[in-house]
Structure formats: structure tokens, C-alpha cells
């Protein structure tokens, strides 16, 4: 377990920007995967976006691809979600996510650790 801690949420307009952090606690295992998931009343958590420590590889569910970017500081062991052009569909709390159980990235079964998630509203 790695403590995560999130922040950067808020209240925005369609078409505006927010950036998201999440800082570790410690050093990030490099064959771990650090990502963002996000969840609304009802809905199953969503994956948007990881990154593969090791090599810095990321990946992105589709309705975000373009807008959002996903980054890291290694030194700071903290990595980030850019969001542009937000949309209000974009509406949710986001999940900061690490580690790697092996099974698929898109999978939050594959991360063993999680923030307590930040909240984003996206008004039209």
C-alpha cells in the first residue's frame, strides 16, 4: 500500500481546464502503473487514463484522448491529469490509482492502491 494523496478538483465551465495531482507517499515500483479512474452515483468506476511507470507509456479511454494528458514528476513521485476542453459528462469524482496485479490497465481490479478521489463538476 502507498498512501495517495489527490488534489485539484473543482467547479468549471464547459470548455475550461483543470489539472489534477496525485502525490505517493514514497517511491512508485517501476512496474507498477499509476491511473485515473473517475465514478458517479450508479456507474461503475471508470478507467480514464494510466501510465506505466517503467518507461512512461500512457494510455487513455477514448472520450478523453485529445483533451485529457496524463504526466508524472518521478522526483516527486506525484503524476497528473491535464483536462482540457472539459465537457459536462466529464462530471465526476476522480480516483488516483497505483499498482499491478496483472491483469488488464483498464481494470481497477489491476490497482491495489487508491487517493480518496477529488471532486470534478463540469456546468454547461
Known amino acids: 500500500q502507498v498512501p495517495l494523496l489527490e488534489s485539484g478538483g473543482g467547479l468549471v465551465q464547459a470548455g475550461d481546464s483543470l489539472r489534477l495531482s496525485c502525490a505517493a507517499s514514497r517511491p512508485i515500483v517501476s512496474s507498477h502503473y499509476m491511473g485515473w479512474f473517475r465514478q458517479t452515483p450508479g456507474k461503475e468506476r471508470e478507467f480514464v487514463a494510466t501510465?506505466?511507470?517503467?518507461?512512461?507509456?500512457?494510455y487513455y479511454t477514448d472520450s478523453v484522448k485529445g483533451r485529457f494528458t496524463i504526466s508524472r514528476d518521478n522526483a516527486k513521485n506525484t503524476v497528473y491529469l491535464q483536462m482540457n476542453s472539459l465537457k459536462p459528462e466529464d462530471t465526476a469524482v476522480y480516483l488516483c490509482?497505483?499498482?499491478?496485479?496483472?491483469?488488464?490497465?483498464?481494470?481497477?481490479?489491476?490497482?491495489?492502491?487508491w487517493g480518496q478521489g477529488t471532486q470534478v463538476t463540469v456546468s454547461s
Open positions: 501510465l506505466r511507470w517503467i518507461d512512461g507509456s500512457t
Open positions: 490509482a497505483g499498482g499491478n496485479r496483472g491483469t488488464s490497465y483498464q481494470s481497477r481490479h489491476n490497482y491495489g492502491y
